[in-house]
């Protein structure tokens, strides 16, 4: 019990990094892609500092389908637990990367956004250093959303 209990509490830590990069990462794309390098050297920075490396493709496809239903739910957890706190406390609100999530993702049942993340891996085995978290943003959040982060357009997507 106690090894579940470090398991769930590692994926948890997981899920936080992944969501706080995938902030960067939006935003650093809404920037333009001059930004490219400085998204590059922040992932790599929050990696160091954070003492844990992303959840790329190359982990994803070797986790078994419960535990990529665990980091989605995890991903949803930490972006309800913000609407909820902006809720609570309107002074807390702002355009955010939470609403974007919340908005592009309505209705998307958990196993399909898994499924969705499996074919982008299967159809792109050269992005397998992709975050997960940049997979679901690219193919199921911002097809989705009017604008981007803060107002801003969003970057059109080669």
Known sequence: MNRLKVVWM???????????????????????PQQTADRKDLEKGLENTLGMPMLTGDVWEKM???????????FGHVVTIEQHLIHKYPEL?????????????AGIPMNDVVARVDKYYSENPDHLKDPVTKVMWDTMIKPNIKVGIAGRPLAKTP
């Open 10 to 32: 590692y994926l948890a830590v997981a899920i936080f990094v992944g969501f706080t990069v995938c902030s960067f990462n939006v935003l650093a794309e809404e920037k333009g």
């Open 64 to 74: 078994s389908p419960d535990a990529k239903v665990a980091f989605i739910w995890g």
């Open 93 to 105: 609100k702002r355009d955010s990367f939470v609403p974007r999530v919340v908005e592009g993702m």
